[in-house]
C-alpha cells in the first residue's frame, strides 16, 4: 500500500537504516520498542533528542543499541524537517523520484530485484545533500519498496509461495515414504483403493 504519510515515511526510513547489515526479522521484532524511544516517530520530538535522550536510547536493549544508527535517526529527523519546509512535506518531496506514482515491474528469474536503480541512487544523493545518514542507495531502495514507490515482489513472492507449497507436499510424501508404519498404512490404503 502506497504511503504518502510523513510519520510513517519517517519511521520506515529510520526502520531501514537500523536494519543495515542485520536481518530484517531484528528490526520487526523490535519495531515496538523503537515506537516507544522514538516517541512514536514523532518527527518533531525526535528532532529535538539531545545527548542525554541518545544516551538513554543507546541503553536500551529494546532496540538496536548501535550509536550511529541512533544518532542517524536524529540527524534524519532534522533533515525531514527541512525537506518539509522546503518541500512542503516529506512525502512530496520522496515520491518525486518516482514522478509520483509507483512504479510497477514484474520481477522474475530474468529480470531479477535490483539492489539499487537510478531513481535510488538520485533519492540518497538528495537525502545526503539534507544531511540525512543511513540512506545509501540499497537502504532507499529497500524504503522505496517498503513504502509502495516501486512494486516489484509480485512474481517473486508468486512463485516462492508456489515452491513452498510444492516443497511441503515432497516433504510429506518422503515422510510417506521413509516411516515404516506410514509406508504400511499408505500400502494398505492403496489396496483398499484398488478393490
Not at 529527523?77 to 520522496?94: D, N, P, T, Y
Not at 515432497?170 to 516411516?179: G, H, I, V
Request: charged share 30%; glycine share 6%; net charge positive.
Amino acid at each position: 500500500m502506497p504511503s504518502r504519510d510523513d510519520q510513517h515515511l519517517f519511521e520506515t526510513l529510520v526502520l531501514e537504516g537500523a536494519q543495515a547489515g542485520l536481518s530484517w526479522s531484528t528490526i520487526l521484532n523490535k519495531r515496538e520498542g523503537y515506537r516507544a524511544l522514538f516517541k512514536g516517530f514523532d518527527i518533531d520530538k525526535v528532532a529535538r533528542f539531545t545527548e542525554k535522550d541518545i544516551e538513554r536510547c543507546v541503553g536500551d536493549a529494546r532496540i538496536v543499541r548501535n550509536r550511529m544508527k541512533i544518532e542517524s535517526a536524529v540527524a534524519n529527523a532534522r533533515a525531514v524537517k527541512l525537506i518539509q519546509k522546503e518541500h512542503g512535506s516529506f512525502a512530496s518531496f520522496v515520491w518525486s523520484f518516482v514522478g509520483d506514482e509507483t512504479i510497477d515491474t514484474l520481477r522474475d528469474a530474468d529480470n531479477p530485484t535490483p539492489a539499487s536503480t537510478p531513481e535510488s541512487d538520485a533519492l540518497s544523493k538528495a537525502l545526503k545533500k539534507y544531511g540525512c545518514k543511513f540512506v545509501g542507495t540499497t537502504i532507499c531502495y529497500a524504503f522505496m519498496q517498503a513504502t509502495g514507490m516501486v512494486n516489484d515482489h509480485a512474481a517473486i513472492v508468486r512463485r516462492a509461495s508456489k515452491n513452498v507449497r510444492r516443497s511441503a507436499k515432497r516433504r510429506r510424501r518422503m515422510k510417506l515414504e521413509t516411516d515404516p508404519i506410514r509406508k504400511d498404512f499408505a500400502f494398505w490404503q492403496h489396496l483398499r483403493a484398488q478393490k
